[in-house]
């Protein structure tokens, strides 16, 4: 941590799209569709079960093109897409409608799906050998730990808080502020040996 934080740093920010994106579609909107939009229990899941297999569907395209494009174009369209579509995709979700609601998760796990098939080879060629294991553990359990895993419980506050359900699109579009930023200085690792 003395000698590698600022990469642990940008790792978190660059995680933290997914890390939200995640705990909000599968955790939160699970029983926001149910308590909020009194959508059956069965219902929800089959949405839930949906959007996975969009997210598999995305996420082997999406590593390949991230090796032929590179990473950082594939982590900027996660971020700038979260930012843009935030909103609309969660408007989406706050239809009755079945099929509103599917294509609002499952354009929610598009960018999950690229995001998460991106940041694994990401993570890997932020660091050096000696500490690769250990900053791509810490960076990636504090991001979900921190931010991922208490975003159910923070969105639910915020909401209760400012009566406003979109709360969590505006999280989301400030997580893919912060990911853009940490994107700015990150060098491209696509094609090139792994640091030693």
Known sequence: MRNHWRPVLRLVCLLL???IC???QFVYAASFLTEKMHISTAKSMDINTLAIFTMLVVTLPAGWL???WGRKPMLAFVAIGSMIFAWPL???IHHQSFVYILIGQCGFDVLYGVGFAVIMPTMVEMFPASVRCSGTAIGFNLCLGL???TTPLVVTYL?????N???PAYVLMVAGA?????LNRLPEGRGKPLPN
């Open 22 to 24: 995640y705990y909000m």
């Open 90 to 92: 969660w408007w989406l």
């Open 66 to 68: 991230a090796d032929r």
């Open 178 to 182: 912060l990911s853009l930023m940490a």
């Open 17 to 19: 799209v997914t890390s």
């Open 147 to 149: 931010f991922g895993g």
């Open 159 to 163: 909401v209760s808080r400012t009566s």
């Open 165 to 167: 359900d979109f709360v």
